[in-house]
């Protein structure tokens, strides 16, 4: 087995049209060859490569996608915000079990949020919003660390912006488990206690409300290198991890979640675990 990740924050190389830069296309080239050849190198017989959302919101999402396929020959499939929480939420229900009952989640990315809650494998509702960790700190903060106006005018419009799907959420009825997938989710419960990777998958971890507000108060005051030299967080992370954690908060408590469990698996999870049910002809969500 296998595991490479290769951080490109694609939603902090947009320009003020939303277009990615070109220096961002050039790191997605890169990164998409470097993926290709390491899947020839370990002999994969299957390559599936789908992107979310920094490339599904650019306003040049055409031209990137062709710029890609002319330079490395692979074809990038672009998830709806809406396949993405699906897709989650299958990892989910499937880490989770049956005997979880309704189980809502939770997705922080880099450039959406995902939300979704069901009783079965396909939620019965699922929405993703522009409220990325890496979105909102590129739009928002421009000083280092935030100035305290900034975080409470982001604190206003996440709410403003919750406020609609949280009443479709409510309205479903209350979780069996709520469950929160993403490094950013995983970060904050390791910055407020939980046991570090270290540990393994199997240990339980959770994020508590009263926890995340501490930890805000607390990170928002630092320097993302300070951030960085607090234990469970890395400096990919360090800068964008105070919105990572407003959006979290503002996400548990407009869904009245005082608690979520951290699940291991996410999207990566759920796009094999559908490959395997669909087998090779799978090409995204219907």
């Not at 595991?3 to 694609?10: G, I, V």
């Not at 660390?145 to 900034?150: A, D, F, I, N, S």
């Not at 479709?168 to 910055?191: D, E, H, M, N, Y």
């Not at 395997?276 to 002809?281: L, T």
Request: charged share 25%.
């Amino acid at each position: 087995m296998s595991d490479w990740k290769q951080p490109l924050r694609l939603v902090e190389l947009l320009d003020k049209d939303g277009a990615i830069e070109d220096r961002g296309v050039d790191k997605l080239v890169s990164a998409v060859q470097e993926a290709k050849d390491l899947s020839m190198n370990l002999k994969c017989e299957e390559f599936l490569a789908f992107a979310t959302s920094a490339i599904r919101s650019a306003t040049n999402s055409d031209d990137v996608l062709r710029r890609v396929e002319k330079k490395t020959g692979v074809a990038l499939q672009i998830l709806t915000g809406e396949e993405e929480a699906r897709l989650t939420f299958l990892a989910a229900r499937r880490w989770h079990g049956w005997s979880a009952g309704r189980i809502t989640n939770i997705d922080i990315g880099g450039g959406s949020l995902e939300m979704s809650t069901g009783t079965e494998e396909t939620p019965d509702l699922a929405v993703s919003l522009d409220l990325g960790a890496g979105r909102l700190t590129h739009q928002w903060f421009d000083t280092d660390p935030p100035e305290r106006k900034k975080i409470n005018l982001l604190r206003d419009f996440i709410d403003a912006e919750l406020a609609a799907p949280a009443e479709q959420f409510r309205a479903l009825g209350g979780s069996g488990l709520a469950v929160g997938t993403s490094k950013t989710l995983r970060t904050l419960a390791r910055l407020t206690g939980a046991a570090p990777s270290s540990a393994g998958p199997f240990v339980k971890r959770t994020l508590t409300a009263p926890g995340l507000r501490q930890l805000i108060a607390f990170i928002s005051r630092m320097t993302a290198a300070d951030r960085a030299e607090l234990e469970g967080i890395n400096a990919d992370r360090s800068h964008q991890i105070v919105a990572g954690a407003l959006v979290a908060e503002a996400a548990m408590r407009a869904l009245n979640i005082d608690k979520l469990e951290i699940c291991p698996w996410a999207l990566r999870e759920g796009v094999i675990l559908r490959w395997i049910d669909q087998g090779p002809n799978y090409e995204g969500e219907s």
